[in-house]
């Protein structure tokens, strides 16, 4: 079993950036994939960033070239820095680990983009 924890949310102007980190209480190190995820109210849940093992990361269009997903494997944490945040980027954000026969949820941490 692993845990997850996010942290990072807040409330941020238009234009401004954060950095949301999700810890693993175990090793990532085998994780198949590692990603984020939001939901905004009143939709569904979409992929915002995701990690491939040896594989180059995958970005939704919408944060393409803003958002940027990393791992520090000795800290067993991934990131998600957000830049140039507007308010459609506002939701809960999700952490997800795969790993072969285990799929793992963070409990999410608010992100509000607003003036």
């Known amino acids: 079993q692993v845990h997850l924890v996010e942290s990072g949310g807040g409330l941020v102007q238009p234009g401004e950036s954060l950095r949301l980190s999700c810890t693993a209480s175990g090793s990532i190190f085998s994780a198949l994939t590692m990603g984020w995820y939001r939901q905004a109210p009143g939709k569904q849940r979409e992929l915002v960033a995701e990690m491939y093992s040896g594989r180059s990361p995958n970005y939704a269009d919408s944060v393409k070239g803003r958002f940027t997903i990393s791992r520090d494997n ?14 459609e980027d506002t939701a809960v954000y999700y952490c997800n680990v795969r790993f072969i026969g285990a799929n793992y949820w963070g409990q999410g941490t608010q992100v509000t983009v607003s003036s």
């Open 74 to 87: 000795a800290k067993n944490t991934v990131y998600l820095r957000m830049n140039s945040l507007k308010p």
